[in-house]
Every structure is written in C-alpha cells, then in structure tokens.
C-alpha cells in the first residue's frame, strides 16, 4: 500500500517521531524504487509537488493542525523533514544519471567508490552532452570545450606592463582595500588637504573608532604601492603597477566606479625629467605606432613635483583632428588624446620611506588602461567591458 500522510490526534513528541519515522521509510523504498527519469519526476512531484505533495501535506496536517504549544516542535521537525525530501530526490537524481555512465565505465563502476566520483560534475557534464548517456561512439567527432580569451582590459594591462618588462621594469601589486595612510597621507596628501577632494573616494564603513591613518577605504590608484614597494626596496627601484581602482564615480558611457590603472615607478640616483619624457614617449610609441607624438603639459598632484598631463598626438587621425570630413571624436577635434598622469617624485615622499632624497631622484606615472583599452578598440561604452556579455568579449578573442 502507498504511503499516505496520516493525520495525527496525538501532538506528543514520540507520535511525531514515529510519524516521521514511518515517512522517512516510505520516502527510502520509494526512491529505491524509482528506475528512469519518467519515474524520477512522478517521485518528485509526488513528494515535493506545491500542491498536495507530501511535504504540503505535512505542513497542512501535521504542522497547521498542532496546537500552539506543540508547534516549536513541529515546525522544527517538519522543517527537518522537508530538507530531508528535497535531499533525497536530488540523491535518487544523482544514483540514475550515475546509472548511464557509458558501457565502458559500467564494468568498472563496481570497483569505483561512488564517494569518490564528483557526482555533480558528472551530472553536469552529461547535461551537456560530454559524456554520452547510451554508450560511446568513437567515430563521433570529439565535443570541443570552448576556449575562453583574453578580456580586452586585461590584455591591455599586459600590453602596457610588457612594454616596460622589456625596460627592465618588474611588476608589483597591492592590495584594493588601503589604509588611509598608503593611499593619502604617505603620497603627501595631508589630512584635510583639499587635494583629497579631487579623488572621490569609497570609504569602508564604521571606521571612526581608528586613527584617520588606518582607517580603510578602496584605494583611488595605484600610486600607494609604490609607497609600499619604497618600504621593502632600497633603490633603484623600477617597477610597474597594474591594478583595480574604485572612485565614486556614477557609471555612464566613460566613467566606471571600478576602473585599472597601470601605475609605473623609477626612483635611483640622477634620474630626471629628461629620463621621464624618454621613457614615456618610447612606452607610447610602443603601444600605439611609431608615428605618434608626445607632448607634456603642466600639471599637479601631491606626489610629485613638477607634475605633467601627458598628451599623445591622436592616433586614430593621426593629430589632423578630422576623419576625412568628419571630425575625429576620440580626440575631440584636437588631434592630441590626454594618457596619463606624471612627474617627478616629491622629495617629501622620500621622507615617509627613508630614502634621502638628496641622494635620489625619480619619476612616476599613471593611466587609466580601461580608457586606453577604449581608445585602441574604438569602443564607445566603459561599461561594455564590465557587463559580460560574451558576445561583446569574444570579439576581442
Ligand atoms: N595617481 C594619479 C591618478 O590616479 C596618477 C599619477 C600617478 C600621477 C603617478 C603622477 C604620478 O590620478
């Protein structure tokens, strides 16, 4: 006789145990039962069906009709009970499409511990068809695994970063969350400098009890791991820094609040202007063709001084401003596209990682490689890049 949900006149602890008891029984010889897939769904469906499945019906009978001082008890069970089920029938899923491994590993399957076969990829693997359920033909042509490529952000960081490899340069990182001091203090950035305001910073939560210098926020950039290489690096240092930044910025076609930078750094005895534009102007001419130009700018951040915006000439019209009759969006009709930050490193930097800074001497830049990603492939939209969609990313493959 089927199993059907009794219900119960007595609201005792011990009837429910032995209700359950005799539930838990007839859920294990009706899942021993079950043979194929068609006979796995009337299981299921049976137990766990919305309407008037067991499990409905013990909420209705057992759990609802139990009066209120028994019901901590019988919801806890019912409860219990309803992970149970649902447990069970994932598992009489599993043993089937364990049954139809193909006939070659059927002979072996009894040496097999099934503790020791990951039924889930297994089951997801025969889901999508790379393991044939019947038996095996081997004049099928093989199931290709698709290949993944590189994200288009990604490989321009490595573009970048390969640039100055061959420069002799080696690559740090640092971590996203910093410290206030890494990211504002010890790059000069006093407190309460207005200068802070020009980076629009996530600050962590619930950080008033600690000194403003360890309190944590999503670093800005990347220059704090130069601070951070500084302290374990005597000079000469030179070194790159590719990484995830965040502002607060609200997302639009050119402004993300998680963008990357590349970050670079050379600090060793008389390096000076002259090594930073030569540098530079060969990283550019690297990147983007012999042909461009590069021109430099007056600028400032606290870090360093003298401070330069870097211009590259425009390498989509070639510095003309127009495409044919068109005018040249990238570079606003200018022929000059702005790249990176720069300048040389202030020598109160050097006093918070005890270099002198009557002995040395460097430069350090940083751009932004999700805008120059844009650039290279004539994307019009930063968030293209952070949606995911496959169809736009391969394309880059
Ligand atoms: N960190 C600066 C920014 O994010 C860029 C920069 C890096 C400027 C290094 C100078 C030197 O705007």
Redesign the pocket.
């Known amino acids: 006789m089927a199993y059907t949900v009794p219900k119960l006149k007595d609201h005792s602890a011990k009837a429910l145990d032995k209700a359950s008891d005799n539930l838990l029984a007839a859920l294990e010889k009706e899942s021993k039962a079950v043979k194929n897939e068609e006979e796995w769904k009337i299981f299921r469906d049976r137990w766990m069906a919305r309407k008037n499945g067991v499990l409905t019906q013990i909420n209705d009978l057992w759990l609802k009709a139990a009066p209120v001082e028994a019901k901590p008890v019988f919801g806890q069970k019912v409860n219990w009970l309803k992970k149970h089920v649902e447990g069970m029938v994932e598992v009489t899923n599993k043993r089937l499409l364990f049954a139809q491994l193909p006939a070659k590993h059927v002979k072996s399957k009894k040496k097999i511990k099934v503790e020791t076969i990951d039924l889930d990829a297994f089951a997801r693997d025969l889901k999508h068809g790379l393991i044939a359920s019947q038996s095996l033909d081997i004049t099928l042509p093989g199931i290709r695994r698709p290949l993944g490529s590189e994200h288009p952000v990604i490989k321009t960081i490595h573009e970048i970063v390969s640039v100055f490899r061959n420069l002799g340069y080696s690559v740090q990182e640092g971590p996203v969350i910093e410290t206030d001091y890494y990211n504002f203090e010890a790059l000069n950035f006093p407190p309460n400098h207005p200068a802070r305001d020009t980076q629009d910073t996530l600050f962590i939560a619930c950080q008033e009890s600690k000194p403003q210098r360890e309190r944590l926020l999503l670093r800005t950039?990347t220059?704090p791991v130069q601070i951070r290489t500084m302290e374990n690096m005597k000079p000469p240092v030179r070194i790159v820094i590719p990484g995830k930044v965040h502002r607060n910025d609200p997302p639009d076609a050119s402004h993300s609040p998680m963008f990357h930078?590349v970050?670079g750094l050379a600090v060793d005895t008389n390096i000076t202007f002259c090594d930073l534009k030569g540098t530079l102007d060969h990283a550019m001419k690297a990147l983007f063709g012999s042909s461009v130009k590069t021109s430099f700018r007056p600028s400032f951040?606290p870090?360093?001084e003298p401070?330069a915006e870097m211009m590259v000439s425009c390498f989509i019209c070639g510095g003309s401003g127009k495409r044919g009759a068109e005018p040249c969006r990238p570079c606003k009709q200018t022929g000059w596209i702005e790249i990176l930050?720069?300048?040389m490193v202030d020598p109160n930097v050097y006093g918070f990682v005890d270099y002198d800074p009557k002995k040395v001497s460097g430069f350090?830049?940083?751009m932004g490689a999700d805008r120059i990603a844009i650039l290279k492939y004539g994307v019009d939209d930063i968030q293209l890049f952070f949606n995911g969609d496959v169809r736009f990313l391969e394309q880059f493959g």
């Open positions: 950039h220059s930078q970050e951040f870090f360093t401070s930050g720069c300048g350090a830049f940083g």
